[in-house]
């Protein structure tokens, strides 16, 4: 009977409880190291809460509690939420329905965080049918209080339900899916111990899988019973299980929350917890991420494994004739199967040949179970003598020559040890990390990723991601030396020192040992030398200077070779991080490849910076939008050289028509439009000169939130600023289409006061700042004429930074000529074109370089 004025007591008594059991349930754990103790007593310690408040609410006793999920296994974590099924017998009156929600805000009250469902049976059955994480949540129900009649009937719907084939298929769906949203790798940075490949999630579906099929869910089941492991293999897959669960309790100790990722800000704390120190030339958290990687490996192969195995007894798949392909492999049902288990150690050139022989059938889905324990054995048969062998060689240059299948090929051999052991210095960078700020992956990782984006250029179903790129890699001769180039071009890293030119190296012996004619060598070698340099140039200078597209040309030589780093330099930044690669970065770098094509055709500068062709496209433009031949004159007597240098003809054309009819107008012109370039926005400010005006433009769009990417500064010749900027939202909070109308109508409003400038709203500083900072550097050096100098610098991203750079400026009277602002993750690498008179003393330049210095530092 529900008594109201006792449920405040019990809830006061029950939240003490929890309390004081979650801190000797982690005391204990601290003390002992169980795992399992942890995670079963608090799931005992929440049986009993639920139990009283069910009592204390007067639920009636025809209602069947279960938990379910997680909390079903008897598994709850320090900070998981308590899954409940409340189980009704048909529909509730007033009465009913009022206790269930006194019990559900009583839990609540208690402390715990609950996810609850409530149904009928056949509204729990309709669900489970209808939807397979449903069904998933209530495959590992438990009873825990209520009518046990209607629990069992219940079960028996459950079972009488479930489709076991259908099962398998939907969650060997879902985990694809679940793979593809961290990019199939378990070896992010930043992984989450819980989702991630290689995470708990892939142990708790083969635990899944097992029950819906029959099969049992404990690991000895498995292994005992049906034979799907191997002694060794349980050992491993219990060892692997306990490791990820000590992670997950103590990152939920560690933040007080539900925390399953395991970032930068708790690596160095989890890994103390481990009991894990610095060592000479390693971090403890570094530590603590080797064992982490190594464990995922674990996990995704014996995953790979298992779900097969699995798969073969659900599908009831008896024995039938295996297809021959050659003397060494079979296929089985459309998997690739050794002939004999001792197929390596007796013919060691099959170790490499069996990645080929995938390549070439396109008909193959996968290696059956006894292949992938067959190769995880034979990595150990790779050694000098195998790396020596002219086979071996040749077939391992063969898998870059083929159509299809590289990345498949080169991921699984990564992923059982092959292609470390074939390539040692390979080996060396596998489960690297790497703190720079912008990579999210490790070494081997982002260069699995550089290949997969080459590859993705040549497939006509991505055509439509980056239609240039796949224009330029359809035309292009031995594609594959591309994806060698890609292969080596960061496996020099960490070995201290400039990784391009140690890179260089490894790539000569590599092209000597696999005979790759001397041609194709130095393209490839060149690749590796300078596969920073063409993202270097088109961010960091100029492209508007003949000089700099001069130098460039000169370097790279040739159009082939102008191809390949423009093809390798966007599958490497777009293989650094999701977040690096925009829609501008994607402009500078086609303009600065469109630009040097015509430098190497022999055009003359002005010709290769396309001045004349442009200038007649845009009169074509303007004759297009309806302007009479030589409207744009007035305007263009006031424009030198250096602004259509600078200026693409969309640009040009989109001044020119805003500004024909006003050149000398006394009221400031701005206008904004989404950027060609396909993100962020474009604005044009045309105004008589001011004073700090470049300050008070930094000022009023970060105040906005943007964060200007490219600044492009020109006085006219009768004292007009046409100033050009291309902003991002950062952000991605900023509803584009409204704000071309503020920004139009705010700005014309302060210019026209030339009111103080705005400052920027204060932000917090990144959280990888914290843990990675950068030292700040500034470097202010002529350019080559002498005419102009080039303000450098590197520092940490934050808000208001060029802001500050500018003021800096406008206190000792630099002119600011061009912006170009890259940003690398939270790293800044920015470049400006100054003038000014005082530059050329070099106490002026010290002092401006110091009072940078304190401003990138605050």
């Known amino acids: 009977m529900y008594d109201s004025s006792k449920v405040p007591a019990l809830i006061q008594a029950l939240r003490q409880r929890n309390k004081e059991v979650q801190a000797e349930l982690r005391r204990a754990y601290e003390s002992d190291g169980d795992a399992e103790a942890c995670l079963e007593g ?129 969650k060997r769906l879902e985990q694809e899916q679940r793979y593809a949203r961290f990019n199939d790798t378990p070896y992010s940075l930043e992984p989450n111990c819980k989702e991630s490949p290689g995470g708990l ?20 089941i498995l292994a005992h019973r049906h034979s799907l492991m191997l002694p060794h293999e349980q050992a491993q897959v219990t060892k692997a299980e306990n490791f990820l669960q000590h992670l997950r309790i103590r990152l939920h100790h560690l933040t007080g929350r539900r925390e399953d990722r395991l970032l930068f800000d708790h690596q160095e704390a989890v890994a103390r917890a481990f009991g894990l120190e610095a060592h000479e030339h390693h971090r403890a958290s570094e530590r603590l991420m080797q064992a982490y990687y190594r464990n995922a490996k674990t996990v995704t192969q014996l995953n790979t494994i298992l779900l097969q195995g699995m798969g073969a007894i659900i599908f009831n798949q008896g024995e039938h004739a295996p297809i021959v392909i050659d003397e060494y492999f079979q296929s089985d049902r459309e998997m690739l199967d050794v002939r004999s288990e001792d197929v390596f150690e007796k013919h060691p050139d099959a ?59 080169l991921r699984r051999m990564n992923q059982y040890g092959i292609l470390g052991k074939y390539l040692p210095n390979f080996g060396k960078i596998v489960g690297q990390m790497q703190h720079d700020l912008f990579h999210v992956y490790t070494v081997d990782q982002h260069i699995l990723q550089v290949v997969r984006n080459l590859r993705r250029f040549t497939l006509a179903e991505h055509a439509h991601e980056y239609p240039f790129c796949s224009r330029l890699i359809t035309g292009f001769e031995k594609p ?87 093809l390798l330099t966007v599958a490497d930044i777009r293989g650094t991080s999701p977040k690096v690669w925009n829609a501008w970065k994607g402009k500078l770098l086609e303009d600065l490849f469109r ?100 300050v008070r433009l930094c000022g009023f769009f970060a105040r ?83 005419s102009l100098w080039i303000l450098s610098i590197t520092a940490a991203d934050r808000p208001g930074l060029l802001f500050a750079v500018a003021q800096v400026l406008a206190r000792h009277g630099i002119n600011l000529h061009t912006a170009k602002i890259a940003t690398l993750g939270e790293r800044v690498e920015d470049t400006f074109l100054l003038s000014g008179a005082d530059l050329a003393q070099e106490q002026t330049l010290l002092q401006v370089e110091t009072e940078l210095l304190e401003q990138l530092q605050t």
């Open 480 to 566: 594959w030396v591309l994806y060698v180039a890609a292969l080596f071009h960061d496996i020099a890293k960490g070995r201290g020192g400039d990784h391009s030119k140690l890179g260089m190296k490894d790539t000569r012996e590599f092209c000597k040992d696999h005979g790759i004619s001397e041609e194709d060598t130095a393209l490839i070698v060149f690749l590796v030398e300078h596969h920073l340099s063409m993202s270097a140039v088109a961010q960091k200078q100029d492209l508007g200077d003949p000089e700099v597209i001069r130098a460039f040309a000169d370097m790279v030589q040739n159009q082939r070779r102008l191809t390949a780093l423009y």
């Open 704 to 786: 906005l939130g943007y964060s200007i990417v490219d600044a492009k500064i020109h006085t006219t010749r009768h004292g007009y600023a046409l100033d050009s900027f291309v902003l991002l939202d950062p952000a991605d909070t900023l509803n584009t289409r409204d704000m071309i109308g503020l920004i139009e109508h705010d700005l014309v409003q302060r210019l026209t006061k030339q009111a103080p400038p705005d400052k920027p709203t204060a932000g917090r500083l990144s959280r990888l700042v914290k843990h990675f900072p950068i030292t700040p550097e500034v470097v202010i050096r002529p350019d080559e004429k002498g």
């Open 351 to 409: 170790v490499l040949r069996c990645f080929l022989v995938m390549e070439r059938q396109s008909e193959l889905r996968g290696m059956t179970a006894r292949t992938l324990r067959a190769l995880w054995r034979a990595r150990l048969l790779i050694d000098s003598d195998f790396r020596h062998a002219p086979e071996n060689r040749r077939i391992f240059l063969q898998l870059f020559q083929q159509r299809r299948g590289l990345v498949h090929a």
């Open 42 to 170: 608090r799931a005992f310690l929440v049986d009993g809460i639920i139990r009283e408040v069910v009592v204390a609410c007067g639920i009636p006793t025809d209602v069947a509690l279960a938990a379910v999920g997680g909390y079903g296994r008897g598994e709850l974590y320090p900070c998981s939420d308590v899954d409940v099924l409340i189980l009704l017998p048909g529909d509730l009156g007033p009465e009913a329905k009022a206790s269930v929600e006194r019990f559900v805000g009583a839990l609540w009250d208690v402390g715990l965080e609950l996810g609850h469902s409530v149904r009928t049976l056949p509204e729990c059955l309709e669900e489970a049918a209808r939807d397979v994480t449903v069904e998933t949540n209530l495959l590992e129900a438990r009873f825990l209080w209520g009518q046990l009649d209607l629990y069992r009937r219940f079960e028996t719907g459950m079972r009488e339900v479930m489709d076991a084939q259908a099962f398998y298929k939907a």
């Open 595 to 694: 630009t040097t094509s015509r430098r190497l055709r022999g055009d003359s500068p002005e010709v290769a910076l396309g001045i004349p062709q442009r200038q007649e496209d845009v009169r074509r433009k303007l004759r297009f939008h309806g302007l009479m031949p030589g409207v744009e004159e007035a305007l263009w007597q006031e424009l030198d050289t250096v602004y259509f240098m600078r200026h693409d003809m969309e640009e040009i054309t989109w001044h020119t028509r805003m500004l024909y009819h006003r050149p000398a107008g006394e009221e400031p012109v701005v206008k904004a439009r989404l950027s060609t370039a396909g993100e962020g926005l474009q604005v044009m400010i045309y105004t008589r000169d001011q004073r700090d005006l470049f």
């Open 201 to 220: 999630r892939d142990l708790q579906v083969i635990g899944w899988i097992g029950r819906a099929g029959g099969l049992g869910s404990t690991w000895s």
